[in-house]
């Protein structure tokens, strides 16, 4: 038993100096390795630098340095504030930036643009006005008409022209046109809407005149009563139109058209006595010929002015002869003569 022990106690010191032994050796090894740098290439050319290459300057600062200590700069000195010293005195001024002071030099820039000089007709850019057209509008006044309007038997005792003279009256009259084909070469046709209104005003006439007795007797000579009364006529008619017409655009500036449709004319007569006034409408035919003088030329602003607000393309003054007829109605009417007006084209 006391050998079994002591074999076993022997056994166990054994154990404890080899793992004792072991742990030392490793320990060292490890501290040895961690004094070792995990670089050992890059340590081996840095020892082979001079010791001047090994500072941990920048590339940049060194450079900066060698300029400073060249020129006899201080080396705190920025090397930003070395460039500024170089520069004119008027141009290192700090009222503001290199850049606000080089704007300064330049000359002022003309105010507007492209836009504004298309506008003002000071540029050979030409004024774009997107889409096609397909729609006019505008109106006309007559500027020299001849009327002839009867009535018909049963309808009226006096001529137009006996109450209403024949002077000029006003005649107005607006009109839109849709236009589904529209070319500048080839020209466009249109369905051509019209409504207007004329209106003229004059004294009544009595149908007899009368023989003033009374008159005659004192002056010896025949006298009769003034055939004017004192009854005022107001005459107001208005035709509507339904038409097509054709444009021809190739000539550009002048553009020539006809246009072809029925109509129908109402009409009302007032009178300021006691009597009944007369109303009533004919039918007939309107046709009118003319040319259209393209206006866009005539001042650029006024062009892209009616573009921008309204979308109109092209406008023009518009010339024709027109010539309305009727054949059916109590009222016959006879209207022809020569009217201005104004075209928009969108």
């Given at each position: 038993m006391?050998?079994?022990?002591?074999?076993?106690?022997r056994?166990?010191?054994?154990?404890?100096?080899?793992?004792?032994?072991?742990g030392?050796?490793?320990?060292?090894?490890?501290?040895?390795?961690?004094?070792?740098?995990?670089?050992?290439?890059?340590?081996q050319?840095?020892?082979?630098?001079?010791?001047a290459?090994?500072?941990?300057?920048?590339?940049?600062?060194?450079?900066?340095?060698?300029?400073?200590?060249?020129?006899?700069?201080?080396?705190?000195?920025?090397?930003?504030d070395?460039?500024?010293?170089?520069?004119?005195?008027?141009?290192?001024?700090?009222?503001?930036?290199?850049?606000?002071?080089?704007?300064?030099?330049?000359?002022?820039?003309?105010q507007?643009?492209a836009?504004?000089a298309?506008?003002?007709?000071?540029?050979?850019?030409?004024a774009?006005?997107?889409?096609?057209?397909?729609?006019?509008?505008?109106?006309?006044?007559?500027?020299?008409?001849?009327?002839?309007?009867?009535?018909?038997?049963?309808?009226?005792?006096?001529?137009?022209?006996?109450?209403?003279?024949?002077?000029?009256?006003?005649?107005?009259?607006?009109?839109?046109?849709?236009?589904?084909?529209?070319?500048e070469?080839?020209?466009?046709?249109?369905?051509?809407?019209?409504?207007?209104?004329?209106?003229?005003s004059?004294?009544?006439?009595?149908?007899?005149?009368?023989?003033?007795?009374?008159?005659?007797?004192?002056?010896?000579?025949?006298v009769?009563?003034p055939?004017?009364?004192?009854?005022?006529?107001?005459?107001?008619?208005?035709?509507?139109?339904?038409?097509?017409?054709?444009?021809?655009?190739?000539?550009?500036?002048?553009?020539?058209?006809?246009?072809v449709?029925p109509?129908?004319?109402?009409?009302?007569?007032?009178?300021?006595?006691?009597?009944?006034?007369?109303?009533?409408?004919?039918?007939?035919?309107?046709?009118?010929?003319?040319?259209?003088?393209?206006?866009?030329?005539?001042?650029?602003?006024s062009?892209?002015?009616?573009?921008?607000?309204?979308?109109?393309?092209h406008?023009?003054?518009?010339?024709?002869?027109?010539k309305?007829?009727?054949?059916?109605?109590?009222?016959?009417?006879?209207?022809?003569?020569?009217?201005?007006?104004?075209?928009?084209?969108?």
């Open positions: 006391l050998n079994a022990r002591n074999v076993r106690l056994h166990d010191v054994r154990v404890a100096i080899a793992v004792l032994a072991f030392v050796i490793f320990g060292t090894e490890c501290l040895a390795d961690e004094t070792k740098s995990n670089q050992p290439y890059i340590d050319l840095r020892q082979g630098l001079p010791p290459e090994t500072s941990t300057e920048s590339y940049t600062e060194k450079v900066q340095k060698q300029l400073r200590e060249k020129e006899g700069t201080p080396a705190k000195t920025q090397y930003i070395e460039l500024k010293r170089g520069l004119p005195e008027q141009e290192a001024s700090p009222s503001g930036s290199y850049l606000e002071n080089e704007k300064a030099k330049l000359a002022p820039k003309p507007g643009g836009i504004q298309v506008r003002e007709g000071k540029s050979d850019l030409q774009r006005r997107e889409g096609p057209i397909h729609h006019a509008a505008g109106f006309r006044l007559g500027a020299s008409q001849t009327r002839n309007t009867t009535a018909v038997a049963g309808a009226g005792e006096k001529p137009y022209s006996d109450v209403y003279g024949a002077g000029w009256t006003p005649d107005l009259a607006f009109f839109y046109e849709y236009q589904p084909f529209h070319s070469w080839f020209g466009n046709i249109g369905i051509y809407l019209s409504g207007g209104i004329s209106y003229a004059g004294m009544g006439n009595f149908q007899y005149t009368l023989k003033n007795f009374a008159a005659t007797e004192k002056a010896g000579r025949l009769e009563f055939s004017k009364s004192r009854t005022k006529f107001q005459f107001f008619s208005i035709p509507l139109i339904a038409a097509l017409d054709y444009r021809f655009n190739l000539f550009r500036i002048l553009r020539p058209f006809v246009i449709g109509t129908v004319i109402g009409y009302v007569e007032t009178r300021n006595d006691a009597a009944q006034g007369f109303r009533g409408d004919s039918r007939g035919l309107f046709m009118s010929g003319g040319v259209s003088l393209l206006l866009d030329w005539v001042s650029a602003t062009t892209w002015d009616l573009y921008a607000a309204h979308g109109f393309k406008y023009y003054l518009t010339a024709e002869y027109s309305l007829s009727t054949f059916s109605g109590d009222v016959d009417f006879a209207v022809s003569g020569f009217s201005l007006g104004l075209t928009f084209e969108y």
